[in-house]
């Protein structure tokens, strides 16, 4: 119970007799808290439904002008992370970026192990069918999400890098498309 006091030097020395009690009074404190909260419950509830209702426009709009100036203020630390994680992890940032853009072009994704892709292809490129090493590896889509292909392991292919990127959209399993 809140006690009103006048002076500003009894205030700030009944505060302090305040802080200290809760200091020594950890566990009776929240035991009490606890209790209060599971009595009155359902007041809460019925509390906070009533005011957000009541300020529901201007909670929208706090909450909106939040999440603006926090994608803001950490834009360019996002981007370097995302440099420095797609540096360090090509491949896997690769198949996140084929993943995002099956979705974007509405085509099936599913779970996709790209250890049992390179084990399956015996770490041997499909187009030019030498061995890859490990710097060099990139995984193809053979029919390439761009043209409607799955991002998915029987639409996925062991490759180098430069062969794929060599080989484009255009091209479907060794073939040309004619667009």
């Excluded at 419950?41 to 909106?64: D, F, M, P």
């Excluded at 491949?91 to 084929?98: G, N, P, Q, S, V």
Aim: charged fraction near 35%; hydrophobic fraction near 30%; glycine fraction near 4%.
């Amino acid at each position: 119970m809140q006690v009103p006091v006048s002076d500003k030097k009894q205030r700030a020395h009944w505060l302090a007799r305040k802080r200290e009690y809760r200091k020594t009074h950890i566990e009776k404190e929240k035991a009490y808290y606890k209790t209060y909260y599971e009595t009155h419950k359902e007041e809460k509830k019925a509390k906070v439904k009533v005011y957000y209702e009541a300020h529901k426009k201007a909670l929208n709009t706090s909450r909106k002008t939040y999440y603006r100036t926090y994608r803001e203020r950490y834009k360019e630390r996002l981007k370097a992370y995302q440099k420095a994680y797609s540096k360090a992890h090509p491949e896997i940032w690769r198949a996140k970026e084929a993943k995002r853009r099956a979705l974007k072009q509405g085509n099936t994704v599913s779970y996709v192990n790209f250890r049992a892709i390179a084990q399956r292809d015996g770490m041997r490129c499909h187009i030019c069918k030498k061995k890859i090493k490990p710097g060099e590896l990139s995984f193809d889509h053979i029919v390439p999400l761009s043209r409607g292909g799955s991002d998915s392991e029987q639409n996925i292919r062991v490759a180098h890098l430069h062969c794929n990127k060599k080989r484009g959209a255009g091209r479907i399993a060794g073939q040309m498309v004619l667009l």
